[in-house]
């Protein structure tokens, strides 16, 4: 100690070398509950102790919760109140997050493989990979998509009114 010249023992935290990565694409509803069940115990402390580290690659760091939609729409919510923030959530399981869009996946024969992000960082290494990027309607007629998106956001803009 500093103050008192005693010496003590530097002790050595138990390490767990890191033997496998899970990784997850994309913030929709399965991988936030996959995300909250990995933080709390026993799970979160089985994967520390086995070496597990799990990431999760997601292009955006709030999430909407599509069932509060209408109530959002209807004026009953907030745009905070409707969105998960992928963020604190990872923080909270120990999650890896990379705020990045995945573009490509290799795979290998023998298990494992790379996902390669938008933002030029060198490929995720995997040994498990899940992807989960949720929906977005597809139209019967071209343009059907951003006609209905710009409804939604105009029937938000006008307090519910279309």
Known sequence: CALCNKQYPMQ???????VSDIVLIGGGHAHVHVIKMFGMEPIRSMLQKHGIRATLIA????????GMLPGFVAGHYTFDEIHLD?????????????????????????????VYCDDG???V??????????????????????????????????????
């Open 121 to 123: 960082r060198p490929p």
């Open 12 to 18: 050595e935290p138990d390490v767990v070398p890191l």
């Open 125 to 162: 290494r995997y040994d498990a990979c899940s992807i989960d990027i949720g929906s977005s309607p597809s139209g019967l007629a071209v343009g059907w998509e951003e006609e209905s998106d710009a409804r939604v956001r105009n029937c938000i803009d006008n307090g519910g009114n279309v």
């Open 86 to 114: 992928l963020g604190k959530l990872c923080s909270f399981a120990g999650f890896r997050l990379i705020h990045a869009s995945a573009v490509k996946i290799d795979h290998d024969i023998d298990g494992g493989g790379l």
């Open 59 to 66: 292009k955006d760091i709030m999430t909407p919760y599509s």
